[in-house]
């Protein structure tokens, strides 16, 4: 029996746990049954051998109880191990799942992002295009204002060469008349006058011709290489222009406009429809301020426009070997307001009212004298006295 | 007869003397010249009743053609000089302005003077 016992205990997996019982009870089960036969079959032998039996019967006893400790210990530690395996496992079961979440988010957020990138591509795009768009049009802006003082700036050249090359008609008659007529000191001082007038068909028809080429520059979108310039030349040509530009525009407008040119500077290297836009620009602002001063009808006012322009040689900087021109559009307005003077040059600042500035201008100014020509352009103001804007451009 | 041409383009006087070089010769009309509108309303204020007729450019730096033409319709009344507006905008702003301020007339540049004589006889007749 207690074979088959252990048989069944060995063989099912459910009693394995029970198997320790056999091992602890089993030695004293079978120590204290030999015992009990000794004791029936021969108690003499039993009461010889008591002393030994006893302590045979207690080291069985105690075997169990050390069976049963040490048994119990490894069991805890088989289940403390099976459940870390457990708990391991389900970790591990949690982690791939939420590597396999985080790959999809990972997933989405770059599809996320790559879609926001080329959003935002196409926006810059599109602000790019905007911005060549508005920079154009600051130029045809500035170029509208210009078409006025250019009609007028050519009619006044047209009417000479029309006129002139008319008078030498009658003149080419009159004096042929005269050389029939045998009075050669008549038609030497008839031809002298057709010599005259010549002259002055020539001069007027190449002003046009100079105010046409300036316009087509100015609005050229491409720019410009730097040639040899007659920078007083060019600031006397953008004050006229926007002076009768504005004339044009606005019939109450009045303002006297001065020139002070050095005549020693030379011819300086510029890109000239770039220097023109600055100077046209600066030009139209300082007879804008004035004008709007002039709206304010204080007495006395006299809306004065200054453009002059200076050699800055050695005399004024000793240091400095290279050779610089400094132009100077000074106005008698309202100056600049303090609290704007840091953001003038800025893109789109303006503080004219809507529709009437681009906001581009003096950003543009900026842009081209410092990046374009490695000059430095600055406004020395006095709120309520004018304002005054320099440019300072190297001759190299 | 006494013109006063106003313009701010020196060329202008060379031009009305060769232009009008016959009537200058026979003294028919005698011309004087101004290059802005304060110059010629200093010429008025020294020549009283001088200039029978005055001719203005309207696009002038400092005092404007039009300025000038208010200027003389209200001071130089008795009797009030004819003034012809001649300007290199031939724009209807520029006309009714000049009309409203009491111009004689309105001619564009480049001028041309056949209409200019003819309307000058017209004038002084």
């Known amino acids: 029996m207690l074979g088959w016992l252990l048989y069944i205990l060995n063989k099912h997996e459910k009693f394995k746990e029970a198997r320790f019982l056999v091992t602890a009870i089993v030695p004293y089960l079978v120590v204290s049954f030999v015992i009990e036969v000794i004791r029936l079959i021969n108690v003499d032998l039993f009461n010889r051998w008591h002393s030994w039996t006893d302590a045979i019967q207690t080291f069985a006893f105690i075997w169990g109880i050390g069976t049963w400790i040490v048994t119990r210990r490894q069991r805890k530690e088989l289940i403390k191990a099976?459940?870390?395996?457990?708990?391991?496992?389900?970790?591990?079961?949690?982690?791939?799942?939420?590597?396999?979440?985080l790959e999809?988010?990972?997933?989405?957020?770059?599809?996320?992002?790559?879609?926001?990138?080329?959003?935002?591509?196409?926006?810059?795009?599109?602000?790019?295009?905007?911005?060549?768009?508005?920079?154009?049009?600051?130029?045809?802006?500035?170029?509208?204002?210009?078409?006025?003082?250019?009609?007028?700036?050519?009619?006044?050249?047209l009417n000479f060469v029309n006129n002139f090359s008319e008078v030498n008609r009658e003149l080419i008659t009159e004096m042929k008349h005269e050389i029939e007529s045998g009075n050669f000191t008549e038609a030497k001082d008839i031809a002298k006058d057709i010599e005259d007038n010549e002259e002055k068909i020539n001069y007027h028809g190449k002003r046009a011709d100079a105010i046409v080429k300036s316009m087509l520059q100015h609005s050229r979108s491409a720019s410009g290489k730097k040639e040899p310039t007659d920078i007083n030349a060019l600031a006397d040509e953008y004050l006229r222009l926007s002076y009768h530009g504005l004339r044009a525009k606005d019939k109450s407008f009045n303002a006297k406009f001065e020139t002070d040119f050095d005549d020693s500077i030379r011819e300086i290297n510029i890109v000239q429809q770039d220097i023109g836009r600055v100077l046209l620009n600066l030009i139209n602002n300082a007879f804008y301020s004035v004008s709007e001063?002039?709206?304010?009808?204080?007495?006395?006012?006299?809306p004065t426009i200054k453009v002059t322009t200076r050699r800055l040689g050695d005399r004024f900087d000793p240091d400095n070997d290279r050779d610089r021109v400094e132009i100077r559009v000074a106005d008698n307005g309202s100056?600049?307001?303090?609290k704007v003077l840091d953001k003038i040059f800025q893109p789109f600042f303006t503080t004219k009212?809507?529709?009437?500035?681009?906001?581009?201008?003096?950003?543009?100014?900026?842009?081209?004298?410092?990046?374009?020509?490695?000059?430095?352009?600055k406004v020395e103001t006095k709120e309520g006295e004018g304002a005054e804007f320099i440019i300072i451009l190297p001759t190299q | 007869m006494k013109i006063l041409v106003v313009d701010d383009e020196r060329d202008i006087e060379v031009l009305?003397?060769?232009?009008?070089?016959?009537?200058?010769?026979?003294?028919?009309?005698?011309f004087a010249f101004a290059y802005s509108g304060e110059q010629a309303l200093d010429y008025l204020n020294q020549h009283v009743h001088e200039a029978v007729l005055i001719l203005s450019d309207i696009n002038m730096p400092g005092m404007s053609g039009l300025e000038l033409l208010r200027h003389i319709?209200?001071?130089?009344s008795h009797p009030p000089p004819v003034v012809m507006m001649i300007t290199a905008y031939g724009d209807a702003e520029n006309y009714s302005q000049a009309m409203r301020l009491g111009a004689d007339d309105f001619l564009t540049k480049p001028l041309d003077f056949s209409v200019l004589k003819e309307k000058l006889k017209e004038k002084v007749q």
Do not use: C, W
Not at chain 1, 83 to 101: L, R, T, Y
């Open chain 1, 82 to 101: 099976r459940q870390k395996a457990i708990e391991e496992e389900q970790n591990n079961k949690v982690i791939s799942a939420m590597k396999a979440q």
């Open chain 1, 104 to 157: 999809i988010d990972v997933a989405e957020r770059t599809a996320e992002l790559r879609k926001q990138k080329e959003e935002l591509e196409i926006t810059l795009d599109e602000l790019k295009a905007a911005q060549a768009q508005l920079i154009q049009s600051e130029k045809m802006a500035s170029l509208g204002e210009l078409t006025a003082g250019i009609a007028h700036e050519i009619q006044n050249p």
């Open chain 1, 293 to 302: 001063k002039q709206r304010q009808e204080i007495p006395g006012y006299e």
């Open chain 1, 335 to 338: 100056g600049v307001p303090k």
């Open chain 1, 353 to 377: 009212p809507t529709g009437l500035g681009t906001g581009l201008g003096l950003s543009l100014s900026y842009d081209i004298i410092t990046r374009g020509h490695g000059g430095e352009l």
């Open chain 2, 16 to 30: 009305f003397e060769q232009r009008f070089r016959r009537e200058i010769k026979t003294g028919e009309i005698d």
């Open chain 2, 73 to 76: 319709k209200q001071k130089f």
